[in-house]
């Protein structure tokens, strides 16, 4: 069965300061999917990326990175020069090909940026 | 687009009292998501319908919890009777269909149960 990790359960870093959040996942499929979710305080789910298991190539959005690396089932999410308003909680999600489009979410990680 | 709507927003019931959530999906969205999210269990997929069919209920809690899609713009949840552990924030979620593309959620349903 899949399953996501995701072990910090919150971070705290002061403005300007580079976080990378880590994303760790199990599955049995070879084709699979692997998202990022963000949930502001004002509680709704924001997608941020989708990433098939066929496609390693690193993504930069902005101040927002993301590391695929097949080998060590890691999904790691990084955001440069951190600001107050990435204050949130991050999720990291995976859905198999096999199982439609459920999502198995990671337990999220509470990111605090400090001014 | 609007995006997802749901309703109501906020829900406070007694224990024992019926309650029903509702969604709209995105137009043109063939599948649609509910999912609860509790600190304790953290967001878990409750029931996943495709071309309004339910296809995947295994994490419906228990016989308490119905879900139905009567048509491709409407969906409910149904917690009949309603216990102090239902509370939780509920959101509903679409997606285009094609496989594994991402999903779209609306801004959930904070229900408590007193």
């Known amino acids: 069965a899949q399953k996501v990790t995701q072990a910090q359960t919150e971070i705290s870093v002061v403005e300007k300061e580079d976080v990378t959040l880590d994303c760790v996942y199990e599955t049995r499929d070879t084709t699979y999917y692997l998202f990022w979710y963000k949930q502001p305080p004002s509680g709704e789910l924001v997608f941020l990326i989708r990433?098939?298991?066929?496609?390693?190539q690193n993504e930069i959005s902005g101040r927002y990175s993301w590391n695929f690396q097949k080998s060590t089932s890691s999904f790691n999410f990084t955001i440069t020069a951190s600001q107050v308003v990435d204050s949130a909680v991050y999720f990291c999600a995976l859905s198999e090909r096999n199982a439609g489009n459920m999502l198995t979410f990671g337990g999220g990680t509470r990111l605090m940026v400090k001014p | 687009d609007a995006g997802v709507i749901q309703s109501p927003r906020h829900e406070v019931t007694e224990m024992g009292q019926e309650v029903t959530l509702r969604c709209k999906p995105i137009s043109g969205h063939n599948s649609l998501f509910w999912y609860r999210q509790t600190m304790m269990r953290g967001l878990e997929l409750l029931i996943y319908f495709n071309n309004n069919v339910p296809i995947d209920d295994s994490g419906m809690p228990e016989d308490r919890f119905s879900a139905k899609m009567p048509n491709a713009s409407f969906s409910t949840l149904k917690i009949q009777p309603s216990e102090p552990r239902d509370s939780a924030v509920y959101f509903c979620?679409?997606?285009?269909?094609?496989?594994?593309?991402?999903?779209?959620f609306g801004q959930g349903t904070r229900l408590t149960v007193v």
């Open positions: 979620a679409s997606s285009p269909g094609a496989i594994s593309t991402e999903a779209f």
């Open positions: 990433r098939n298991s066929f496609d390693e």
